[in-house]
C-alpha cells in the first residue's frame, strides 16, 4: 500500500521561503515521478512541480519556474519543494503525489504523467 505524507507548510510573510517535505513509502513500481500539487479553496488542483525517477529531469508550472525548486533523495523515500519569493497567490494546500495508481481513486494528468498515489497535504499560507 503506497503512503504519502507531507510536512514543513506553514504562514509565512510574502517573499519569505518554506520547504516541504514529503515522504512515501510501499511503492513497488519501477518508474516513481513524484510531484506537487496544490489547492486553493473554490480552485482545482493544479500541478506545481514534479521530478523523474531518477532525479534528473524536472518540470514547473509557469507560475513557480526561477522560484521553486523540486528535488528528491530517492535512498530516503523524500522529494522536497524549496520555495522561495512566496507571493500570496501561493497560498494553498499542497500534496504530495506519485506517478500511477490511476485505475481507481482520484487521479490526475499532467504535463503528460498520470498521478494517483496522495497525501493528505500540508497548507502554506502567504500573507
Known amino acids: 500500500q503506497v503512503q504519502l505524507v507531507e510536512s514543513g507548510g506553514g504562514s509565512v510573510q510574502a517573499g519569505g521561503s518554506l520547504k516541504l517535505s514529503c515522504t512515501y513509502s510501499?511503492?513497488?513500481?519501477?518508474?516513481?515521478?513524484m510531484g506537487w500539487f496544490r489547492q486553493a479553496p473554490g480552485k482545482e488542483r493544479e500541478g506545481v512541480a514534479y521530478?523523474?525517477?531518477?532525479?534528473?529531469?524536472?518540470n514547473y508550472a509557469n507560475s513557480v519556474k526561477g522560484r521553486f525548486t523540486i528535488s528528491r533523495d530517492s535512498a530516503k523515500n523524500t522529494v522536497y519543494l524549496q520555495m522561495n519569493s512566496l507571493k500570496p497567490d501561493d497560498t494553498a494546500m499542497y500534496y504530495c503525489?506519485?506517478?500511477?495508481?490511476?485505475?481507481?481513486?482520484?487521479?490526475?494528468?499532467?504535463?503528460?504523467?498520470?498521478?494517483?498515489?496522495w497525501g493528505q497535504g500540508t497548507q502554506v499560507t502567504v500573507s
Open positions: 521530478v523523474s525517477t531518477s532525479g534528473i529531469t524536472t
Open positions: 503525489a506519485a506517478s500511477g495508481g490511476c485505475s481507481g481513486g482520484y487521479c490526475r494528468f499532467w504535463a503528460g504523467l498520470s498521478f494517483g498515489y
Open positions: 510501499g511503492y513497488t513500481f519501477r518508474d516513481n515521478y
